[in-house]
């Protein structure tokens, strides 16, 4: 018998799990000289090269979560190029030995980066009406269709991600699929950053389905995918300026119609002439988590009153610039389990997790906080180490309390904030504990605290399953929130994607698929291999 969507994404979800007696399916070799190219181009296709500008920016970072208005700047290519550079370009490139590799401004697992990006712009000054794929190796744009029509519409400025499944799956397999939304989720938080440092905010627009969406993007142009990998549709963000508008669905309408009647060019390369895996599984939910058109857009972007948007956030003591800190953000490769955190600078970081619809990054995430967070605390100045709770709505905190273990003591911490709902659940000291629950990764275990992130699970699918991706976009926008407030703290963080899912939950008391864990992250003190050699971004654009 044929499964419904919503069961194969469930059995999806299962069948990835790691458990303590065997990992998800997964490749039984890695030849590391054969690894796909991290960079897709499109050949034949116009090239125009960015200029390198997020250096003269010095708006602070600690001004993107205050009150005070950020003065927008105009919509120009030379705005458009600082946006890039500060959320989806290269930050550096590393060398050891006869190995070299780049670094991404957005975080990736594994850093293989299946996220692709691309601009869609109507009237930004300096750049012809059309769609574009961003060359992250040469921070340059690749012209892939020229729209006819558009030149006297309204301003706009769209930014697409899509997916190359196969990047990821070739070293992780079949969870690989999850991996990719979760960099969706840093993605779009990275532009959602990068756009607030502009005076510029972002909306998701939930109305383009994922066919639609191919279909604006030439994802869907079989003549330039020939023999290579295929992308996936992810998700459409407007970015808003002093210049541009919302945008409603007829509107998008005439975008599509310019895209479907314009003039393209271009040949997609091939990222790995000689796979040696194929993982089925990750096609068939791909399909299953598919967004259809239309949705319901009052239930998709209903925004309850719980998300607390006139509550000032917490001050950070930050004195970088905001392009200086977004493009420093690096993923900690082990810490030095000595290291404390600062009770100032972690509630912080707490309070930056609340969802406030008109700041970064949740703007982009159009929807009531589905996940909630568990916190290993191990080494945070002024609270005691052990296992505490942070829900982000009412909604959350009754199905915490409701679903997870009834010995849990749910006592309020004090020193926190009203808008910092932090709950002690259990005193003890969880190092090993959560670095064994981490796929024996001592890094969960040497940090200053580590999280779960548990997601409000199977009710929220049922609704549909193309939700099964918005929890993992969910959870990388929380995931690079800590990322950028760790770097700010002047300690460093890491995604943690290989944990042993069912023994999580049973350690919390979590008995069926009401609430799931997603995601985990960790935050410490980070040791530096001082034989990696740090090399610029971009070398040639600097001589």
Known sequence: ????????????????????????????????????????????ASLIDLPL???????????????????????????????????????????YG????????????????????????????????????????????EQRCRFDAGSNAEPALHIGFSSVHWREAWKYGERA????????????????????????????????????????????????FQQVEQEHSDVLLRVHTAQTYSTQPSEAL???????????????????????????????????????????????????????????????ACTRSAAELLRRRR?????DGTTWLPLDAFLRMLDQLVARPRFAPWNALPWAPRLHLVLFIHRVEGLAPGLYALPRSEHGLALMRDQMRAEFQWQTVSAAPDTVPLYQLLLARAERTIARLSCQQAIAGDSCFSVAMLAEFEPVLAA??????ELFWEAGSLGQSLYLEAEAAGVRGTGIGCYFDDPVHELLGLTDHTLQSLYHFTVGGPLVDHRITTLPPYPAKLR
């Open 1 to 44: 018998m044929s499964r419904s969507p919503l069961r194969i994404v469930l059995d999806y979800h299962d069948r990835t799990k790691h458990r303590l007696d065997g990992y998800a399916q997964g490749p039984d070799t890695l030849d590391w000289d054969a690894q796909p190219d991290p960079f897709r181009r499109y050949d034949e």
């Open 53 to 95: 500008l997020a250096d003269q920016q010095t708006l602070p970072y600690r001004a993107l979560s205050e009150a005070a208005t950020i003065a927008a700047h105009p919509l120009t290519l030379h705005n458009v190029a600082v946006l890039l550079e500060t959320s989806v370009a290269l930050s550096a490139w590393k060398h």
């Open 98 to 141: 006869t190995a070299r590799w780049s670094l991404r401004v957005n975080p990736s697992s594994g850093n293989l980066h299946p996220t692709e990006t691309y601009v869609v712009a109507v009237g930004v000054e300096g750049l012809r009406d059309g769609v574009y794929h961003y060359r992250a190796d040469l921070h340059a744009l």
């Open 177 to 224: 699929f999850r991996y990719c939304q979760h960099d969706v989720g840093h993605a779009m938080a990275a532009i959602s950053y990068g756009a607030a440092a502009l005076g510029w905010s972002v909306g998701t627009e939930l109305h383009w389905g994922d066919a639609a969406l191919a279909t604006l993007l030439g994802l869907d142009r079989e003549a330039d």
């Open 254 to 316: 005439e975008l599509l119609a310019w895209a479907q009647g314009g003039h393209w060019q271009g040949k997609a390369n091939r990222l790995d002439p000689k796979p040696l895996y194929h993982w089925p599984v990750i096609d068939e939910v791909a399909a299953a988590s598919e967004r259809p058109v239309p949705t319901d857009m009052q239930t998709e972007t209903q925004i309850p009153p719980v998300m607390v948007e006139s509550v000032p956030m917490l001050a950070s």
């Open 331 to 335: 993923s900690a490769q082990a810490f």
């Open 464 to 469: 549909g399953p193309w939700r099964y991706r």
